[in-house]
């Protein structure tokens, strides 16, 4: 995984869990062509309610997240390749593979709050425990692609 100065069809963001047996460090998110349609319109849902102090966020089922630990034999730095950021572009090499969790994940869901700010959440298929991104500005990633 190669960081990225343009636009690529991968984010990558820090991301955690609340399991006290399994890990989770970060993120990649998938950008298709598909998926930057679907949060425009989705974007265009939210902005009438933004300033409602009564509106807390939306739910939408979204699988376009993966989670990943770092396993032994990787060579990856996230908070090094984060920085300050929230989210960077990132290269996947072919080959690439990841460390996943040791839970099966479910239930992927996407919540956007009102001023654009989205979050992936995603669940133990069979212990219920939670598996979410860092929070994110949709507005920045839909501008550069």
Not at 17 to 38: G, P, R, V
Not at 100 to 122: F, H, K, T, W
């Amino acid at each position: 995984m190669k960081l990225s100065n343009k636009p690529t069809a991968h984010i990558l963001v820090k991301a955690y869990t609340n399991s006290d047996w399994d890990n989770c460090e970060f993120a990649i998110i998938h950008l298709s062509q598909d998926w930057k349609m679907e949060q425009m319109e989705r974007m265009e849902l939210i902005t009438p309610i933004e300033g409602n102090y009564h509106f807390c966020s939306i739910h939408y089922y979204d699988t376009a997240v993966d989670f990943y630990r770092t396993g032994q034999d990787d060579n990856l730095n996230i908070g090094e390749m984060l920085t300050e950021n929230e989210w960077v572009f990132v290269e996947l090499d072919q080959e690439e593979t990841f460390t996943v969790p040791e839970n099966s994940l479910d239930c992927y869901r996407l919540i956007l709050s009102a001023n654009g700010i989205g979050q992936y959440r995603a669940y133990g298929k069979h212990t219920s425990e939670e598996f979410w991104t860092e929070k994110f500005s949709l507005t920045p990633i839909l501008i550069q692609l």
